[in-house]
């Protein structure tokens, strides 16, 4: 299993000079691996270190902070998201999510990009059933800002972990993938109505 590094002690101290997410943040390492090495910081890493450290302390206007204003998203989930959506999406994911936690175990970058590897573990809210995700995410990246960005990972098991029984069943066809985009862009309209009129 990865390790996650939470504090300054122990063998954190070792990597002190690494540029590292936050003390609230959880960074991992691959099995029989190590932290990120000291010497390899890519152009962007920070922007990439921002970003997921943004997400473990659940902070979704951060998270959006780091795109630009005509940024693309896509994952399994929502499908393509444009703009504003996509800052709204991780708004409302930070702000719902129940029992999270985040493993950022690798993640690297360019001047124009870069890639990251992550965990998400949580509650999925639906059934109240246990997940970890794991998600490869890639990066365009212009003037500071993610331009593109784009989460891959197995929906079949994901939907397996999620949903139980009917996802071990139905995970793999179109049709169960279109039922949970439709449900996750509801739930993101509905969020972002709420956003701009607030109940009161």
């Known amino acids: 299993m990865s390790r996650c590094w939470s504090s300054a002690r122990g063998p954190l101290r070792r990597f002190a000079k690494a540029r590292l997410l936050s003390d609230s943040a959880f960074i991992g390492r691959p099995p029989g691996g190590t932290p990120y090495d ?52 991780w708004r409302m994911l930070a702000t719902t999510a129940r029992d999270f936690r985040l493993e950022l175990l690798e993640h690297a970058s360019t001047t124009t990009g870069g890639s990251a590897h992550w965990l998400a573990h949580y509650t999925f809210s639906q059934t109240g059933r246990p997940v970890v995700n794991d998600v490869q995410a890639t990066f365009r990246i212009a003037a500071g800002l ?55």
């Open 146 to 200: 993610i331009v593109d960005h784009v989460d891959s990972f197995d929906f079949t098991r994901w939907a397996s972990q999620a949903l139980g029984p009917r996802g071990r069943l139905l995970g793999w066809t179109p049709f169960l993938r279109s039922a949970v985009r439709r449900r996750a862009r509801a739930n993101l309209e509905r969020f972002v109505a709420n956003e701009r009129s607030p109940t009161v």
């Open 38 to 89: 000291v010497g390899m910081a890519g152009p962007n890493d920070a922007l990439i270190e921002r970003f997921y450290g943004a997400f473990a302390r659940r902070d979704g206007a951060e998270m959006a902070a780091c795109y630009a204003p005509n940024v693309h998203f896509r994952d399994p989930a929502f499908g393509d998201l444009e703009g504003a959506e996509a800052g709204a999406m």
